[in-house]
């Protein structure tokens, strides 16, 4: 059975990371979407929100799973036999940081980071700026997807 696992914050998840689970779902057998546990960071959504989330926007596909993980990604893996790591790249900014990563994690435990160049329609879109443009008032409700934007609203009560 051919895995792979899409690492990530999620907080929340966008119609960009939906693109690129759903492509990775065509080409892998079951797909682990894994949320980051950062003790260091709180967002704007609990990780069991971000789970919940992810798990209502990605039944559609079938063979997803949402998962959570915390320390480091390869120690995820490697407990979930999970060869392959697949990334969304967005733009050329994206790419310094992921191709070290995607070495690193490669020369830890031989886990193989896949790239996928992200749709155009999302090549500007993050959680970040997505949470940043809500809090102002901004329409974001083309980006996310409409359960994701019913608790935008509720939680910075647009
Ligand atoms: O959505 P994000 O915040 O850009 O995702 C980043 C993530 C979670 C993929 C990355 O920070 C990560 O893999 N963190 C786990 C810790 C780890 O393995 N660090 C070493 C990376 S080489």
Not at 37 to 61: C, H, Q
Not at 80 to 93: D, F, N
Not at 119 to 145: C, I, Q
């Amino acid at each position: 059975m051919r895995r792979a696992v899409c690492p990530g914050s999620f907080d929340p998840v966008t119609n960009g990371h939906l693109d690129i689970i759903e492509r990775a779902s065509r080409l892998y057998d079951e797909v682990v979407v894994a949320v980051l546990i950062n003790k260091s960071k709180s967002g704007l959504f609990t990780v069991d929100e971000r789970i919940e989330l992810l798990s209502e926007t990605t039944a559609v596909y079938g063979n997803v799973v949402i998962d959570s993980f915390r320390g480091l990604l390869v120690d995820f893996c490697r407990a979930h036999e999970v060869p392959t790591i697949v990334k969304g790249l967005r733009a050329v900014s994206d790419f310094d940081y992921e191709l070290q990563m995607a070495q690193m994690n490669h020369s830890l435990a031989g886990v193989e980071t896949l790239f996928m160049s992200t749709n155009p329609t999302y090549s500007f879109l993050s959680s970040s700026l997505v949470k940043e443009v809500a809090t102002w008032g901004g329409d974001v409700s083309h980006l996310v997807p409409p359960t994701v934007m019913v608790q935008l609203r509720e939680r910075i009560k647009l």
